[in-house]
């Protein structure tokens, strides 16, 4: 019903930039929070960051400084800006979304494929 594909990942070299977008499409009547996740081989999947529908953010103290979390509502987007990068933030990158699904006037929690960064040292 609801899709969220990811796009941006590459392989930078440390102190480089990359900046991740996700779009959420379908039978969408409200998206509430969306963010970003990421997962290291071998690791769990952190929260990264993520952005209320009122804009209020929040950040993984690993990325404060260094990463900003940005939506745009009329489009579905949301965005990730990561500056500095370290090659610690090596993972494959998934987007997230809470939405209410216009065919069931629920909240269901979606991801996206995920994409890799890559971070050479």
């Known amino acids: 019903q609801v899709q969220l594909v990811e796009s941006g990942g590459g392989l930078v070299q440390a102190g480089g930039s990359l900046r991740l977008s996700c779009a959420a499409s379908?039978?969408?009547?409200?998206?509430?929070?969306m963010g970003w996740y990421r997962q290291a081989p071998g690791k769990q999947r952190e929260l990264v960051a993520d952005?209320?529908?009122?804009?209020?953010?929040n950040y993984a103290d690993s990325v404060k400084g260094r990463f900003t979390i940005s939506r745009d509502n009329a489009k579905n987007m949301v965005y990730l800006q990561m500056n500095s990068l370290k090659p610690e933030d090596t993972a494959v990158y998934y987007c997230?979304?809470?939405?209410?699904?216009?065919?069931?006037?629920?909240?269901?929690?979606?991801w996206g494929q995920g994409t890799q960064v890559t971070v050479s040292s």
């Open positions: 379908g039978r969408i009547f409200s998206i509430n929070t």
């Open positions: 952005i209320t529908r009122g804009g209020s953010t």
């Open positions: 997230y979304a809470r939405i209410i699904v216009a065919t069931t006037w629920s909240n269901n929690d979606y």
